[in-house]
């Protein structure tokens, strides 16, 4: 369920994207590139979990 949700929700709006995607690489080698706008979504989600990650509070033993 979770991924279904997070194709179609983006951290970034398409303006925001459209400032980002000339410093994207654009030539491809190898495999075909994915959806660059899904790759940067899911690098903002890690850093989002991550910083909610080091915001709690340290349980004691």
């Known amino acids: 369920m979770i991924s279904a949700l997070s ?3 983006f951290w970034l709006t398409k303006d925001q994207f459209a400032l ?3 410093l994207l690489p654009n030539g491809t080698r ?3 590139r ?3 706008r899904r ?3 899911g690098i903002i ?3 989002k979990l991550e ?3 080091l915001a709690r509070p340290l ?3």
């Open 59 to 61: 349980s004691k033993p």
């Open 20 to 22: 980002l995607k000339p």
């Open 34 to 36: 994915v959806d660059d």
């Open 7 to 9: 194709r179609d929700c």
């Open 39 to 41: 790759v940067i979504n």
């Open 45 to 47: 989600q890690v850093l």
């Open 30 to 32: 190898g495999k075909p």
């Open 51 to 53: 910083e909610l990650f």
